[in-house]
């Protein structure tokens, strides 16, 4: 029988200026623990995030720690606008037995 696979992807995004410059990137791979984004590269604004994966995740963004069954439920398709104290504080895990992969762009809103 088939695997049915749900993908989820995650926009964070704050659009103060119309010009950004990508002045950072990475990939991170969140597992059975909560996971941030690197703060160092969190500059002056904002960050956006795709998240790729088998199954939906679960997010604060209050510096509180997501589990598998409590936290804001992301499916696929859903879009974010935070502040970079948000950004901060932003915790994701993932609600399933498969590892989510997070592509990462640091944005810097010029």
Do not use: C, H
Request: avoid cysteine.
């Amino acid at each position: 029988m088939g695997r049915l696979g749900v993908r989820a992807y995650v926009w964070v995004v704050l659009l103060e200026s119309e010009e950004v410059t990508i002045s950072d990137s990475e990939t991170l791979t969140i597992g059975a623990a909560a996971s941030g984004l690197t703060a160092g590269k969190i500059q002056t604004n904002v960050v956006q995030v795709t998240i790729n994966s088998e199954g939906p995740v679960r997010y604060w963004t209050s510096g509180k720690t997501p589990t598998a069954a409590q936290g804001i439920l992301l499916y696929e398709g859903t879009n974010l606008k935070l502040s970079r104290t948000e950004a901060l504080a932003f915790k994701v895990i993932r609600t399933g037995g498969v590892d989510i992969v997070i592509q990462v762009q640091y944005i810097t809103l010029l």
